[in-house]
């Protein structure tokens, strides 16, 4: 008995020091529009006991446990939404570190269990997920559960472990569906060719148990898009959307896939995330491992290149989209450490030790003082409540990506701006109609530089409003752009303008 309670001191203690370090550095505020909306939805579900889902493609269980989180915050005397999902990450991460350490030792060892699980913890895109409210970090909680479950399953063939391994592989597909089918192919190849001493599980039965996850992974996850009480009492849910599987793959993946350099330049996140010194270590890791296993070896490198290759392909993609591909090269750095430290050379061991307190300091001091900032301020909710003060309680604003915070934070009417990288005429003239009917009625018009700026690489839309419209400083505030990620610090000082009509001559 206290041989195996020993055995969980090492992981416990990772799980208390991940979490006191979130905890440390939780968000004061929203990082992006997704969290904002993922707060306030949930808060909707609670106060109108209604399914609110995350986006019109559903994350059904991201929105059902954000409620929960946010009802048990309301219990205890705290209304804010958004402190409520922020916590939600920050236990669902330190939660994954704590079931990331049993995956490695179970595929490796418990020294290179201890030091993956390390690094995962400050990696900045992993960090910088785990301090505010959103989907990626609880699925990757839910999909280190869910291979834990296939790991234990392939060791024992005992039937116990394969229902637990549908379930939370359900759940996980309910929390964020894309990550579930992106990493479908390595879940498929590790049980059929499992890379570790298994259970002697005849192929028929493989075959059998195959066919007994698939109907059931994919019925439960059907259901959560499609909820049958919801279906039957459509007041107890409330879609955003179709809410339907076919629309989120049709539109929200396919429609955004571009062949172009996007793939290429989404290294630089892996970059940005590991120094130099770690991703030669990774690279040296997965040889290591392929020569020693070469079903591990493949397993490691399919769940690093399938999901990065995929995501790579979104016009769309940030940092945060690539948080399943950090595992697999925490694990093979930390092999390529651990099998040094274990070497009879001191000589090795005291290189291998430093190279390990190198790759910590490196990434620790990189995203730190960023993370410290947005403990201490929430810098786009501070501007959108700026907005408010600086304008009138009838006053319409026209916003584009941040128009979530304005008519939340600011309480103001917004006017939607059209988001493309090519105008035409009929566009631009279809939106100065809606400006114009707003000034005619003596209502006042304002407009952000982010809000004028953004989506305009040739300056069609700015310019169009400079022709017709004169601007009005209203003075400036500190706005954080969310668009390059997590891992960087976008600060900038944007101004608040007054739109009033211009006179031409021929008025």
């Not at 392939?154 to 592989?169: C, E, M, N, P």
Request: proline fraction near 5%.
């Amino acid at each position: 008995m206290q041989e195996k309670l020993k055995l969980f001191i090492p992981p416990l203690l990772l799980y208390i020091i991940s979490f006191l370090l979130f905890s440390s550095l939780i968000s004061k505020g929203p990082y992006h529009g997704d969290g904002l909306y993922l707060a306030l939805q949930s808060e909707q579900t609670v106060l109108t006991h209604r399914l609110h889902y995350l986006h019109s493609h559903g994350y059904p269980f991201t929105a059902i446990l954000g409620a929960c989180f946010v009802a048990i915050f309301r219990s205890l005397g705290n209304e804010d939404p958004v402190l409520a999902v922020n916590f939600m990450s920050v236990l669902a991460a330190a939660l994954s570190v704590f079931f990331f350490y049993f995956i490695v030792k179970n595929l490796m060892d418990s020294i290179t269990a201890m030091i993956s699980s390390m690094l995962l913890i400050v990696s900045p895109i992993f960090l910088g997920n785990a301090v505010y409210g959103n989907s990626h970090i609880l699925f990757l909680l839910l999909f280190f559960i869910t291979l834990l479950f296939l790991i234990k399953y392939q060791k024992t063939g005992r039937s116990a472990y394969l229902y637990f391994f549908v379930i939370f592989a359900s759940l996980s597909g309910a929390s964020r569906i894309q990550d579930l089918i992106t990493l479908s192919p390595v879940l498929i190849y590790f049980f059929l060719m499992p890379p570790l001493p298994t259970s002697p599980i005849p192929l028929t039965k493989k075959v059998f148990n195959g066919i007994f996850i698939l109907f059931p992974v994919t019925g439960f996850i059907y259901m959560f898009y499609h909820t049958i009480l919801a279906e039957k009492f459509p007041p107890l849910a409330h879609s955003q959307g179709s809410a339907g599987l076919v629309h989120f793959i049709d539109y929200e993946v396919f429609s955004g896939i571009e062949i172009n350099m996007q793939m290429i330049l989404t290294y630089k996140y892996i970059i940005a995330n590991f120094p130099l010194l770690g991703i030669l270590l990774a690279v040296l890791g997965f040889i290591q491992i392929t020569r020693e296993n070469k079903r591990k070896g493949i397993f490691l490198l399919a769940w690093f290149l399938v999901p990065f290759s995929a995501f790579s392909l979104l016009n769309f993609a940030g940092p945060r989209f690539f948080i399943i591909c950090l595992p697999p090269l925490t694990i093979a750095i930390s092999y390529a450490l651990s099998s040094r430290l274990k070497s009879s050379q001191l000589k090795l061991k005291i290189l291998s030790f430093f190279l390990f307190i190198a790759i910590i300091f490196y990434m620790t001091v990189s995203f730190f003082p960023i993370a410290q900032f947005r403990h201490q301020h929430a810098a786009l909710p501070e501007f959108a409540a700026w907005v408010g003060q600086r304008t009138e309680e009838n006053a319409s604003i026209i916003a584009a990506d941040e128009r979530l915070f304005i008519a939340h934070y600011a309480n103001r009417k917004i006017l939607p701006r059209p988001c493309k990288y090519k105008y035409t005429a009929e566009d631009l003239k279809a939106f100065k109609a809606v400006i114009d009917e707003q000034l005619d009625q003596s209502i006042p018009v304002y407009i952000t530089d982010a809000s004028l700026y953004s989506y305009d690489p040739r300056k069609e839309f700015s310019g169009f409003i400079k022709a017709h419209y004169n601007l009005e400083s209203l003075g400036g505030h500190p706005y954080e752009d969310w668009h390059e990620g997590e891992i960087v610090m976008r600060l900038f000082q944007i101004k608040l303008y007054r739109l009033t009509k211009k006179i031409s001559c021929c008025d």
